[in-house]
């Protein structure tokens, strides 16, 4: 297996007219070995292609960084962190690494093509939620990815629908978690997390007490923590402490620590109660009281669903 290179990729960067970043914005410059096909996304950073490889013929994503934005130290950062964690995690519930590089001053990540949308898209597809089934299918896939990414010592910390890519059709759904620009070593003491000086990393909604309080000294827990998150939104379309998309940080980080969950029963009460007790139970503010790991959390959701498929 190939292994990602965690330092600056020898190249040289240097500032972008506006005007020329809005023709590399639409118009993303050909990577060597791949035929661009469309492109899936873009923003600020960069843009997401669909391309695919000269090599094999496999349809492939392909992530880069406007040679602007890697100049920035903490964008290029995290760009080389998921690039690096990537290639460490061969799991078939995470979106596979493939290649990465830099071709006329554009950094670029190559993974597998994942063609359904994230769950947040998916839920949204259906009126703004999904079936307890669907949800269960979904959250214990990606805890299987964590338990495998755990394993390995690394912590998301960035965990919500949007990184969770749903391939398929129920009940042959296949979950694959992405997005590890933000993840951390817990266990290597040489491989620092990436912080955002200034700004709030990660969703701040969905992060538990603990991770508020140092963003830097997360472990497996707070992941869980997430996951109880998205899996709550997904199965009632709304927050579990009922923050408002609008809130402010000051607000959010208020009811984190003082409001208690509303219960799922509440808000769809044909949810199996031993199934809303597993998600429940990941939320909780104490990290002692939660599910020890994301193995545990996945037999116990197993369990509870085995009742009533």
């Known amino acids: ?81 998921e690039i690096e964690v990537a290639a460490s995690l061969q799991h078939p519930n995470v979106v596979s690494y493939i290649d990465h590089g830099t071709h006329n001053g554009i950094v670029y990540l190559v993974s597998e093509y994942v063609g359904g949308p994230d769950a947040a898209k998916l839920a949204k597809s259906r009126g703004g939620k999904l079936s307890y089934k669907e949800v269960v299918k979904i959250i214990e896939q990606t805890l299987s990815a964590l338990e495998f990414a755990h394993g390995k010592g690394f912590v998301h910390r960035d965990i919500k629908e ?18 590890f620009g933000l993840s951390k070593s817990y266990k290597q003491t040489g491989m620092s997390g990436v912080t955002m000086v200034g700004d709030v990393a990660g969703t701040i909604a969905y992060m538990p007490p603990e991770q508020v309080k140092d963003f830097k000294e997360v472990r497996p827990p707070s992941d869980i923590y997430a996951l109880g998150m998205t899996a709550y939104s997904l199965l009632t379309g709304a927050h579990a402490l009922d923050i408002s998309p609008k809130a402010g940080i000051s607000e959010t980080v208020k009811a984190i620590f003082e409001k208690p969950i509303i219960p799922i029963a509440n808000r769809v009460p044909e949810v199996p109660l031993r199934i809303s007790a597993v998600f429940e139970t990941a939320l909780a503010k104490q990290v002692e009281l939660r599910w020890r790991s994301a193995g545990e959390m996945r037999e116990a959701l197993l369990r509870a669903a085995s009742e009533f498929s």
Do not use: H, W
Not at 1 to 23: G, H, I, L, N, W
């Open 1 to 81: 297996m190939a292994k990602a290179e965690s330092s600056r990729p020898d190249a040289k960067y240097s500032y972008v007219c506006e005007e020329c970043r809005e023709v590399l914005r639409n118009n993303p410059q050909p990577i060597p070995g791949y035929q661009m096909i469309k492109i899936l996304g873009q923003g600020g950073m960069g843009s997401v292609m669909l391309a695919r490889s000269t090599k094999d013929g496999r349809a492939v994503a392909i992530k880069t960084l406007l040679p602007e934005v890697a100049v920035s130290d903490q964008s290029l950062k995290r760009f080389m962190r």
């Open 162 to 179: 949007q990184n969770i890519l749903v391939d398929g059709a129920f009940p042959n759904y296949v979950a694959k978690l992405t997005d």
